[in-house]
């Protein structure tokens, strides 16, 4: 059984920064993408990053380019979101998602395209 577990979330002023992981069981990750998605309060859930399988490649999306950073250990089966200049917008539900696909050098910014998710971690931001 396949398993992706969050972690990191937490309440931090506007300026701040946290690290979140998302530790995979159940089957290796290493040759497939994946990703950080987010959802607040009556919104949808948005794409914030992904991540190649080889890690080579990332893609951000726009809010959060030049303040999140995607990152893997492939060796731990495990993807990281490093978060720094935390906005109030950023305040979020964040998941973590993997992909079935074997590919090193593909990046997927759709959640439809991913097929394992994680339970989410809050993340709130005061101003």
């Known amino acids: 059984q396949v398993q992706l577990v969050e972690s990191g979330g937490g309440l931090v002023q506007a300026g701040c920064s946290l690290r979140l992981s998302c530790a995979a069981s159940?089957?290796?990750?290493?040759?497939?993408?994946m990703g950080w998605f987010r959802q607040a309060p009556g919104k949808y859930r948005e794409f914030v990053a992904t991540?190649?399988?080889?890690?080579?490649?990332?893609y951000y999306a726009d809010s959060v380019k030049g303040r999140f950073t995607i990152s893997r250990d492939n060796a731990k089966n495990t993807v990281y979101l490093q978060m720094n200049s935390l906005k109030p917008g950023d305040t979020a539900v964040y998941y973590c998602?993997?992909?079935?696909?074997?590919?090193?050098?593909?990046?997927?910014?759709?959640?439809?395209?991913?097929?394992?998710w994680g339970q989410g971690t809050q993340v709130t931001v005061s101003s």
């Open positions: 159940g089957r290796t990750f290493s040759n497939s993408p």
């Open positions: 998602a993997a992909s079935p696909a074997y590919s090193s050098s593909v990046l997927y910014t759709n959640d439809f395209e991913y097929n394992y």
């Open positions: 991540i190649s399988g080889s890690g080579g490649m990332a």
